[in-house]
T-cell receptor
Framework: QQQVKQSPQSLIVQKGGIPIINCAYENTAFDYFPWYQQFPGKGPALLIAIRPDVSEKKEGRFTISFNKSAKQFSLHIMDSQPGDSATYFCAASKDNFNKFYFGSGTKLNVKP | DTEVTQTPKHLVMGMTNKKSLKCEQHMGHRAMYWYKQKAKKPPELMFVYSYEKLSINESVPSRFSPECPNSSLLNLHLHALQPEDSALYLC??????????????FGSGTRLTVV
């Protein structure tokens, strides 16, 4: 059973657009929700992360929105650039188990 | 130093070969991980080492054998692999569970091809 469901599978936006990637989870014991960015041939890199006591977190052009009651969280990329074209993974973990459950990934293409 | 270094970057091996993947970090992290990633899929956890002790084995076949010689090094020994084991093998390190972990730092991976 997939612990974290991610959508869409792929996304194409124009430069300057605001792509939104959504994730949903079932396990209310999860208490840490990171987003990773992965370029081809590279390992995933941590972008931004949130804990469930906060509804929104912003770091530069990246924003996480978190809805605890709906068990959903999303990544917004403001003023997207072609260099943001990558695969994005959401994840969730129970901190004490130190195990991350990844979403299936979203391939983002930002057109010039 | 905020990197996780993996060697080699690419590896081609036959099904009867024995090879090893190496991972190194100098961030003082006491938890280290091996992940396997197939094309267009998320990383799948294989092993977790916490304070140099194996704490999680995700039912990985015995042809994969992890080793943590010290707090900075993690090895993955490979023997009698199958072509379906071809994948990107990622190492990661992180803070100790329960200390407010903020996420992993991943290496760039070893691209393994089994022929």
């Amino acid at each position: 059973q997939q612990q974290v469901k991610q959508s869409p599978q792929s996304l194409i936006v124009q430069k300057g657009g605001i792509p939104i990637i959504n994730c949903a989870y079932e396990n209310t014991a999860f208490d840490y929700f990171p987003w990773y960015q992965q370029f081809p041939g590279k390992g995933p890199a941590l972008l931004i992360a949130i804990r469930p006591d906060v509804s929104e977190k912003k770091e530069g052009r990246f924003t996480i929105s978190f809805n605890k009651s709906a068990k959903q969280f999303s990544l917004h990329i403001m003023d997207s650039q072609p260099g943001d074209s990558a695969t994005y993974f959401c994840a969730a973990s129970k901190d004490n188990f130190n195990k991350f459950y990844f979403g299936s990934g979203t391939k983002l293409n930002v057109k010039p | 130093d905020t990197e996780v270094t993996q060697t080699p970057k690419h590896l081609v091996m036959g099904m009867t070969n024995k090879k090893s993947l190496k991972c190194e970090q100098h961030m003082g992290h006491r938890a280290m991980y091996w992940y396997k990633q197939k094309a267009k899929k998320p990383p799948e956890l294989m092993f977790v080492y916490s304070y140099e002790k194996l704490s999680i084995n995700e039912s990985v076949p015995s042809r994969f054998s992890p080793e943590c010689p010290n707090s900075s090094l993690l090895n993955l020994h490979l023997h009698a692999l199958q072509p379906e084991d071809s994948a990107l093998y990622l190492c990661a390190s992180g803070t100790q569970p329960g200390t407010g972990s903020f996420g992993y730092t991943f290496g760039s991976g070893t691209r393994l091809t089994v022929v």
